[in-house]
């Protein structure tokens, strides 16, 4: 019997957590950050080893421009999902607009190891070596996001690169 009311209980709170994860999903795409990163907080205390759900309030966080909030939740999903792509390219993205260029450097870089066919990662990576007077590597980043279809590097191609 104890047995059946344990296993119950842990589906009544994974039931729960889905909710409260799929209502900040919601949210999230309603452009409601601050309604969704209360749900999604409520679903982490129901379920804190799911990195998809650190994933979804660091999107959420960063959105409200909470750019160390949203690096601590991809740091806490990186941890318990070091295979993501998307997780160290989100973490490079918002330690970029904090200014750490290079912390988004290695991030980007573990993205493309990751998932080598990341446009948005090479672009991103390249603009940050740009930001760091590196042209050539940046020049190089600018290239690959090109030939994997990313439009946004031929401005940079064009100003900054040399045929």
Sequence with gaps: MIRVLASL???FLLSSCMFQYAKGLGQIQQERYEEATYNLSVA????PNNPAIYFARAY??????????AI??????????????DYFFYRGYYKSKLGNNKGAIRD???SII??????????????????????ED????FNTAIELGDTLS???KASLCKE
């Design 154 to 156: 031929l401005k940079y």
């Design 108 to 110: 980007y870089s573990e």
């Design 138 to 141: 940046a020049c190089l980043d």
């Design 9 to 11: 209980l842990a589906l």
């Design 44 to 47: 982490l205390s129901k379920a």
């Design 60 to 69: 959420s966080r960063g959105s409200m421009e909470q750019y160390s909030g």
């Design 72 to 85: 601590s939740d991809l740091t806490k999903a990186i941890r318990l999902d070091s295979t993501n792509a």
């Design 114 to 135: 990751r998932y080598p066919y990341y446009a948005e990662s090479y672009y991103n990576r390249g603009v940050c070596l740009k930001n760091l007077g590196l042209l």
